[in-house]
């Protein structure tokens, strides 16, 4: 892949620093757990939030729109239908603090310490879609015309599977249409070492639940002649993976495209090796699909992963119950060529064989999201490419992410664009798990790429937009 | 079995019944839960108020012992040493009301409706040994001298296996002498038809907890190639039984005595049939064993229950963690002839051999009681039996019942005598389940029965006290 030269940071509004950092620190703050029902209020508030501050650095039509669940903001600098549009999605919605015991700063508190700003959020994804609005404000302020269209769309409901998104955004196609959007949300190699992600694991998220029962029944008088549900759901689950870790619905793997040698070469040669991935997973042990590096089996290959799991007495002791019902969250990552709707297709057919008579079993999906690829010789990657050589000094690795980004294969079926994951994350910021943190050079540095992405394809003519137009 | 003639009960003081059931109502307004620390407090209160009532009725030597948890409440009445003594023993703790949304009524509130009261602990098991205190202050306050000793030995901590009355007992071995004892909590086989319960299953209950990754990590970072403990849980769980639905665990069925032929046909003639025993558990299909009804399934064979399973995300909706720890709750119920200490070792080296080298299982005891059996033909059992027919007008059928009850077995190790086991219960109480409620005309006619009985073992000499003696 292009090999990119360094080049020398350009001196950035240093002055303006400490002004930045507190108004991450103030969006931050905002409890905006989009999966809670008790915290609708606070996504409310942050939307209102982002709203004024996208007048304040300078942008037009600010808006917020409401949807059945949590609203979108909607802000845009056009200069002129001459030149190319940029798309800037982010997320200001964030994952639950759950185990919050496990925290041990406050999560919603935005403290600084050294070179981290901790906070629910502060890398998934609010520090890392902010670095573009303060570019934009560097830009507009600078006084320099843009030769660039600029539109910015943030959701308050990734983290819940963008439920409203998709008709948000087939209800504003023109409104939205863009050549390029632009998404950091996805993790950098190191501090040290940008990495440009060319390709998402699908998802297919969905709740299983087993009813018995009735009502709770005494294990003592009622145990061994009545199915216990949580039993049921345990021997369930247990036969979704075979004894060699690959999962046993059939056809799962069918439709699976497998990754061409040269590829797998250069993930090889490049992505994180088993040694690395384990410490940044603070495992002693991998796990997994034989044939494949454990990079692979979470970039190449699909995953299922339990993400909860309840049932029963949940308090210390012992209480002696057959309990009515059972339940697991199950979590798929899809592999190319994978189909979300399929996917849930074969499995209900294999749930429907698994379940034994005496219970009953019903699965409600939660989230489809389809795998996406955009090519590292797409034009915007390579301009990605050169400005995270501006910004951080060092060229960029290409890779795959093992997450999934269901609004890329949203702008890709409705808006007909390519996304470029221009990920400002580190593998070890705990994005999802207690004591989350923002790696602030990566914030200042990300500022600088954005400023110089927003230059590069500002100097693209809209004939050199995509590579095969 | 022996047939037992019916006798017409005597006449009961009936002035006294709305006097005994605001005593009882009283009593069941205790939230004494054994299992969950935050009720300490109402435990000791309810043992308080027991000593005091106890006072009330006119027993002596009335004391509250203080253990490491929860206290034990002694009284007693001691009339010659000539004459054969009784220990009367009930618990007065409960178990947990999760899920607390499923009460119809307030758990703790004593709300009498027709024929029922409700409360957590009004069946399990306030209400039946209540029936006990109130026979003893009718025979106290009748003037008409015993020719029996009582001692009465309230426990705080049965719903929790009794951690500490094995040494309470040890400790007042002198002062808990009797001949034999006496225990109300169990079932008769319905309103109509009471029944003598002669053997017991034991029990072993434990902790076993997976732990996986070091903390939470993000499932589509890491899905694939960090085994999920909440996997490897199910595996291991699903293990636990074999396909036709018995226990896997190797030599788990060793020990287990096979009932003689004639007690199977006893059983089978007088126990319920599966139509019955799914009645009663509101289930529509039975489970388990082959070559067993479902009667025999729960009283002549072991079982396990998992009774609560958790880790993961518990909250609405999804969050993309592998988390760090599962645990589930099991209950083994033992069969005649089976070791808790035996199973228990079976039981680790299974689990040794069943966890991934990924994980760590661990598994925390928290109860074993061994199996309990006393002959329909005790001299005691007998005298019991003739008290039924006195307080209900029937005899009793002789049943086993599937549950524990540990206290039996530390009354035949540490003070050599049987229990009766005259149980005033209903299958369909709720015992342990939401809705929990004590059928009233059982209330009574159980003082009646144990007014009996007291007088029956009075008129026993000492030498006739056993069979075998």
């Known amino acids: 892949m292009n090999a990119v030269e360094q080049v020398r940071p350009e001196p950035e509004a240093a002055a303006a620093r400490p002004r930045f950092l507190r108004q991450l620190q103030q969006l931050v703050a905002f409890a905006s757990i989009s ?14 939030w982002l ?25 845009e ?53 902010f670095t573009h609005l303060k570019a934009l404000e560097i830009l507009l302020q600078a006084g320099s015309p843009l030769s660039l269209n600029v539109k910015v769309l943030l959701e308050g409901e990734e983290e819940i599977g963008s439920p409203n998104l998709g008709a948000f955004i087939r209800r504003h196609r023109r409104q939205l249409r863009a050549d390029w959007a632009v998404l950091s949300d996805t993790n950098m190699r190191s501090a040290q070492q940008p990495a440009l992600t060319y390709g998402l694991r699908g998802s297919l998220s969905a709740e299983l ?68 991935l384990l410490r940044e997973a603070q495992a002693e042990q991998g796990w997994g699909e034989a044939g494949y590096s454990l990079y692979e089996r979470t970039v190449l290959r699909p995953s299922l992963s339990i993400t909860g799991l309840s049932g029963g007495y949940q308090g210390v002791g012992i209480q002696a119950i057959i309990p009515p019902q059972a339940s697991a969250k199950l979590s798929f990552r899809l592999a190319p060529g994978q189909d979300p709707l399929v996917v849930e297709q074969q499995l209900r057919r294999y749930l429907a064989q698994l ?35 501006v910004g951080f000094g060092r060229a960029p690795v290409w890779q795959r992410s093992g997450g999934t980004i269901s609004v890329v294969t949203l702008f890709e079926e409705e808006l007909g664009i390519p996304t470029v994951l221009m990920g400002f994350g580190l593998p070890a910021d705990h994005k999802h798990g207690p004591d989350e943190f923002l790696h602030l050079p990566n914030f200042w540095r990300g500022i600088q790429t954005s400023l110089a992405f927003m230059r590069e394809l500002g100097q693209m003519g809209v004939g050199q937009l995509a590579e095969n137009e």
Chains 1, 2 share one sequence.
């Not at 304040?56 to 059945?68: A, F, I, M, N, Q």
């Not at 090519?375 to 390579?382: E, V």
Request: net charge positive; charged share 15%; aromatic share 8%.
């Open 77 to 129: 600098k056009l200069v002129s239908p001459a030149h190319p549009t940029l798309l800037i999605y982010g997320h200001y919605d964030v994952q639950p603090v759950d185990p919050a015991a496990a925290w041990t700063v406050p999560p919603f508190g935005g403290l600084v310490r050294g070179d981290r700003l901790y906070g629910r959020g502060a890398s998934d994804d609010k520090g890392q879609f």
């Open 209 to 276: 639940a087993v009813q018995g029962p009735k009502a709770e029944l005494h294990s003592g008088i009622f145990g061994g002649a009545v199915l216990n549900p949580l039993q049921a759901l345990s021997e369930i689950l247990a036969q979704l993976h075979d004894p060699a870790g690959r999962i046993a619905i059939p056809g799962f793997y069918d439709a699976v495209r497998p990754a061409p040698a040269a590829e797998r070469a250069y993930l090889r040669r490049t992505g994180p090796s088993d040694a690395q």
């Open 35 to 48: 999966t809670e029902p008790q915290h609708a209020g606070a996504v409310r508030a942050c939307a209102a």
């Open 51 to 75: 709203a004024q501050h996208l007048r304040s650095v300078g942008l037009d039509g600010v808006r917020v729109y409401v949807t059945p669940r949590h609203p979108v903001v909607y802000a």
């Open 355 to 389: 379940t034994p008579p005496q219970v009953q079993a019903t699965l409600t999906t939660q989230l489809r999201a389809r795998p996406y690829a955009v090519a590292p010789q797409h034009p915007a990657m390579q301009a990605a490419a050169r400005a995270y050589a």
